[in-house]
C-alpha cells in the first residue's frame, strides 16, 4: 500500500480529484464532507495561518468546486 502525504497541497489535490470524479449528485455530498473535514483540520492544527492563507486560497476554490459540480447535476436533470 502506497504511503500517503499529508501535506496540506497534496490532500487538496486529492479532494479535487474525488471533486472531478463525481458522477452523481450523492457523491458530491462525500465530497463536501471531505472538503468539511479538511476545513476543521486546518483550523485545528494551524488556526494562525488558517484564516490568512488557507480560507482563501484552498478551502473556497474546493467549496466553489463542489458548488459547481453539483449545478451540472442538477443542469442535466433538467
Known amino acids: ?6 501535506h496540506y497541497g497534496d490532500v487538496a489535490k486529492w479532494i479535487e480529484k474525488v471533486i472531478n470524479s463525481c458522477e ?3 457523491q458530491t455530498n462525500a465530497a463536501n464532507k471531505l472538503v468539511i473535514n479538511f476545513k476543521k483540520q486546518l483550523m485545528k492544527t494551524t488556526p494562525d ?5 488557507y480560507q482563501y486560497d484552498l478551502i473556497w476554490s474546493l467549496e466553489n468546486l463542489v458548488i459547481y459540480k ?5 443542469k442535466n436533470y433538467e
Open 1 to 6: 500500500m502506497e504511503k500517503r502525504s499529508k
Open 24 to 26: 452523481t449528485y450523492q
Open 49 to 53: 495561518k488558517y484564516w490568512r492563507d
Open 70 to 74: 453539483r449545478q451540472s447535476f442538477i
